[in-house]
């Protein structure tokens, strides 16, 4: 009978949401799986300074290849990764292979980019974090400047307070701290003068419609302005054509990263990138890809 009723209760889902439910299951083992064969790789996408033309910075973007299904969005499963605490190890992983990489790049002789992490809250909020980031900086020898973490407004949800002390922390370390998809959030303008923060990251969304919606433009221009009077850098997100990036330089914008300049690519690509490049990138001249 029990079983009978579960089956009526099965029937309350829709298919879709029914779909959506057992996907979740799949992708949680199967992640389970993926973390210890390790089946993912890191792109880079390069961010350009708008004066200079140079890639300053680098932001590493996680991707899983499925033997079978191919790339899967993080997009669809981070947010699964968070509510399982599988996020801890795959940041770690994302943590060790971006400080391992562009150590490599200076061993190289391509210094000046650094080197942005997504930072999931749930990673940040754990009490051992700061610790963690120290220990990478030194198992990898890395200057601590060249490591950024970007981390989103939603670290400050729980406890504030504690958030901004982690912030601190990190800041004594060296890192730098960029928000992400900043504007998004809804607590920012009550904080944002007590984060000891480096950078500002204009989300998508905005710089999308920046041409054609009037208050795109004026929330952007407000962004960047109220940033740099908290003497902080501003950097555009998702800047795909040549009317984007021209407002937003004519608006003062420091740095700028988007399929424009050039699409996340996979290390050895980023290599020959960078050398093509000798670490300058002519804004005006889209990768093309
Ligand atoms: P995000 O941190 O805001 O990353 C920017 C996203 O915009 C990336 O998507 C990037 O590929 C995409 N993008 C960059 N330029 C353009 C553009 O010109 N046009 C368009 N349409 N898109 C552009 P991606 O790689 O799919 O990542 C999605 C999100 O997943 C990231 O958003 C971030 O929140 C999360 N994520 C990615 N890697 C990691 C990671 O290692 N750890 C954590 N916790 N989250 C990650
Ligand atoms: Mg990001
Ligand atoms: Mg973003
Ligand atoms: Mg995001």
Redesign the pocket.
Known sequence: KAKQEGRNNYQWFTNDLNQRVGERVVLRNELQKAIENQDFTL?Y?PQVDGRSGRVVGL????RWEHPSRGFI???LF?PIAEDTGQ?IPL?QW?LDTACRQIKELCEQGMTGPSVA????PVHFQRSNFVAGISAMLSKHGLDAELLEL?ITETVLLNNAERAIDTLHQLKRLGVKIAI??FGTGFSSLNYLKRLPIDKVKID?TFVQEIISDLHDAAITQGIISMAHHLRLKVIA????TEPQFAFLKKSHCDEF????FAK?MPFAELQDFLRARMLTLEPGQPAGK
């Open positions: 792109y996408q932001e590493a973007l996680l969005s993080p997009a981070v996020i940041s994302v992490v997504n930072i999931s970007e992400d998809d998508r997100e998702g800047v795909e990263q988007g399929y424009y996340p």
